[in-house]
């Protein structure tokens, strides 16, 4: 829940804390633009804070020209107009559950609000260093490696289906998919929970590989971060992790690939960076291959790597 008000805000604060009518509470919201500035721009501004997409962001006022202000500046955001009746509600609520549709909520999906907020603080505190390595390193990082977490298939499936920025593939699996390629011998599956003095990001990245023993080669068919641990160099860390494990296993090539979206532009060149020899270009595909023994960690060191 974000709050978008023009208004006072201590007469918000006094709403919040005291109006008898008032369900909601200050620990519910997880960012707030109170002010008497236009509301598309304070969209725009907590879309940023939080790190999600306009289109993620769905707008409810009671007053028709902001939906009209917000629907003509920002169509990618969703727009409800409360109704002035009072019975036309369960209709109206009805047309917009597909927003909020869920196959089940996991641990990090009951935690958004906390971590959102323990990202403000983050933000804030990064203003006391003079460089961004200064304060990366005050975060005190630490990645826990799960390696074939049956545990968490729900989140992973989740993942896969939900993150578009640092996705390179972006295949789509559901649990169910989730959990064959667990069980498999011929896949391995991996996920990192991130963690630093502000708390917990959560399980917030995933591989999916898959192995050839024989071949001594294996392909990352799936490697993805969530968006709310973009910018801590975690990534860097993650696949130092996978290339050492494959190596541990006799893993002697690594294959890769790229595959672009609307939404990934931003990872098109991410092998690149780390060594990895481009094969084939076509169309929207991308494919890699490194050998291990000449791949080289580029993970920082203030990193902690810790296995689940």
């Given at each position: 829940l974000g709050l978008c008000s023009k208004n006072n805000p201590e007469d918000v604060?006094?709403?919040?804390r005291s109006h008898p009518d008032m369900l909601l509470r200050d620990n519910m919201i997880s960012s707030r633009r109170v002010n008497w500035e236009g509301k598309p721009g304070n969209l725009k501004s907590l879309a940023k804070e939080l790190n999600i997409g306009l289109d993620s962001i769905v707008f409810v006022d009671d007053s028709p020209l902001e939906v009209q202000s917000v629907k003509q500046q920002l169509p990618e955001?969703?727009?409800f107009q409360v109704p002035e009746n009072l019975y036309s509600y369960p209709s109206k609520l009805r047309s917009f559950l597909r927003c909020f549709s869920a196959t089940g909520i996991t641990a990090e999906d009951a935690q958004r609000t906390a971590m959102y907020r323990a990202e403000a603080l983050r933000k804030a505190s990064a203003q006391d260093y003079n460089s961004n390595e200064d304060f990366l390193r005050s975060l005190k990082l630490a990645l826990e490696i799960h390696i074939d977490p049956s545990v968490h298939a729900h989140r992973i499936?989740?993942?896969?289906?939900?993150?578009n920025q640092f996705n390179l593939t972006t295949i789509r699996y559901?649990?169910?998919e989730i959990r064959q390629a667990i069980s498999s011998a011929a896949r391995m599956v991996m996920a990192i929970e991130v963690e630093d003095?502000?708390?917990?990001y959560g399980l917030t990245g995933v591989a999916v590989l898959n192995l050839h023993g024989e071949a001594r080669r294996a392909d990352i068919d799936t490697l993805l971060?969530?968006?709310r641990v973009l910018g801590r160099r975690a990534e860097e860390a993650f696949l130092d992790t996978i290339v050492e494990l494959l190596r541990a296993r006799g893993v002697a090539e690594i294959t890769a690939r790229f595959l672009r979206t609307a939404k990934n532009a931003q990872v098109e060149s991410f092998?690149?960076?780390f060594g990895f020899h481009l094969e084939s270009s076509s169309g929207t595909e991308k494919r890699y291959f490194v050998k291990v023994g000449d791949y080289i960690p580029g993970g920082p060191d203030f990193i902690k790597i810790q296995y689940a």
């Amino acid at each position: 829940l974000g709050l978008c008000s023009k208004n006072n805000p201590e007469d918000v604060d006094a709403v919040l804390r005291s109006h008898p009518d008032m369900l909601l509470r200050d620990n519910m919201i997880s960012s707030r633009r109170v002010n008497w500035e236009g509301k598309p721009g304070n969209l725009k501004s907590l879309a940023k804070e939080l790190n999600i997409g306009l289109d993620s962001i769905v707008f409810v006022d009671d007053s028709p020209l902001e939906v009209q202000s917000v629907k003509q500046q920002l169509p990618e955001v969703e727009c409800f107009q409360v109704p002035e009746n009072l019975y036309s509600y369960p209709s109206k609520l009805r047309s917009f559950l597909r927003c909020f549709s869920a196959t089940g909520i996991t641990a990090e999906d009951a935690q958004r609000t906390a971590m959102y907020r323990a990202e403000a603080l983050r933000k804030a505190s990064a203003q006391d260093y003079n460089s961004n390595e200064d304060f990366l390193r005050s975060l005190k990082l630490a990645l826990e490696i799960h390696i074939d977490p049956s545990v968490h298939a729900h989140r992973i499936a989740q993942l896969t289906q939900r993150t578009n920025q640092f996705n390179l593939t972006t295949i789509r699996y559901s649990e169910a998919e989730i959990r064959q390629a667990i069980s498999s011998a011929a896949r391995m599956v991996m996920a990192i929970e991130v963690e630093d003095r502000f708390g917990k990001y959560g399980l917030t990245g995933v591989a999916v590989l898959n192995l050839h023993g024989e071949a001594r080669r294996a392909d990352i068919d799936t490697l993805l971060l969530s968006c709310r641990v973009l910018g801590r160099r975690a990534e860097e860390a993650f696949l130092d992790t996978i290339v050492e494990l494959l190596r541990a296993r006799g893993v002697a090539e690594i294959t890769a690939r790229f595959l672009r979206t609307a939404k990934n532009a931003q990872v098109e060149s991410f092998y690149e960076r780390f060594g990895f020899h481009l094969e084939s270009s076509s169309g929207t595909e991308k494919r890699y291959f490194v050998k291990v023994g000449d791949y080289i960690p580029g993970g920082p060191d203030f990193i902690k790597i810790q296995y689940a």
